[in-house]
């Protein structure tokens, strides 16, 4: 049982490239989000998903976007990586009952240049 | 809407010194509380959280926690800390249909010798 896992760990990428961000959980958490962490600001929802085939946005939605076509997996894309979107990504899953606890993920750090 | 603050951004200690790492949150619905820590290059793992029932809730590494719906507060507490507590630590508040957690921008604890 691996719980959350996230790929890649750590990623370089230069202003203008895309990449995906690759989150998977095995608990059958119908629930999984997608945050970032910068210095001071705690965590801020980027993107979620209440179930496969579903996505919506988060507090800081621009310039990021989300599928989830199985419910075991979530995909965070950049579609233009830009250096305000250097940050320490984390993604989370979540049950439907109690105890209503989010599992998380150990993080991927992007750095943008 | 809701929100959470956590009023000291770095707490420092002496080792074996007790420690109360402060949290408010305000919301408009009954609430659930969470404290998460996270270890230095870690994800988020949960400390406690309170859903309903007794007020004083305990958590994992000795630590607990005091709902108090009067003053919106759900302070953290331990009596006697360690090194290896040293961590940044979120108070986190869901509540009503709004399943999303809002997070506190962090409380930085470090336990010196």
């Known amino acids: 049982n691996a719980g959350v896992t996230q790929t890649p760990k750590f990623r370089v990428l230069k202003t203008g490239q895309s990449m995906t961000l690759l989150c998977a959980q095995d608990?059958?958490?119908?629930?999984m989000y997608w945050y970032r962490q910068d210095p001071g600001m705690g965590l801020r929802l980027i993107h979620y998903?209440?179930?496969?085939?579903?996505?919506a946005k988060g507090e800081v939605p621009d310039g990021y976007n989300v599928s989830r076509l199985k419910k075991q997996n979530f995909l965070l894309g950049l579609e233009s990586a830009a250096p305000s979107q250097t940050s320490v990504y984390f993604c989370?899953?979540?049950?439907?009952?109690?105890?209503?606890?989010?599992?998380f993920g150990p993080g991927t750090r992007l750095t943008v240049t | 809407a809701q929100s959470v603050t956590q009023l000291d951004s770095q707490v420092p200690v002496f080792e074996e010194a007790p420690v109360e790492l402060r949290c408010n949150y305000s919301s408009s619905v009954s609430v659930y509380l969470f404290w998460y820590v996270q270890y230095p290059n870690q994800g988020l793992q949960l400390l406690l959280k309170?859903?309903?029932?007794?007020?004083l809730v305990k958590g994992i590494n000795g630590f607990e926690a005091e709902f108090n719906k009067s003053q919106t507060s759900f302070h953290l507490r331990k009596p006697s800390v360690h090194i290896s507590d040293t961590a940044e630590y979120f108070c986190?508040?869901?509540?009503?249909?709004?399943?999303?957690?809002?997070f506190g921008k962090g409380t930085l604890l470090t336990v010196n010798p």
């Open positions: 998903s209440v179930g496969e085939g579903t996505t």
């Open positions: 608990m059958n958490h119908e629930y």
């Open positions: 986190a508040v869901s509540g009503g249909s709004n399943y999303k957690l809002t």
């Open positions: 989370a899953s979540e049950g439907q009952q109690e105890p209503y606890e989010q599992y």
């Open positions: 309170y859903l309903s029932g007794s007020t």
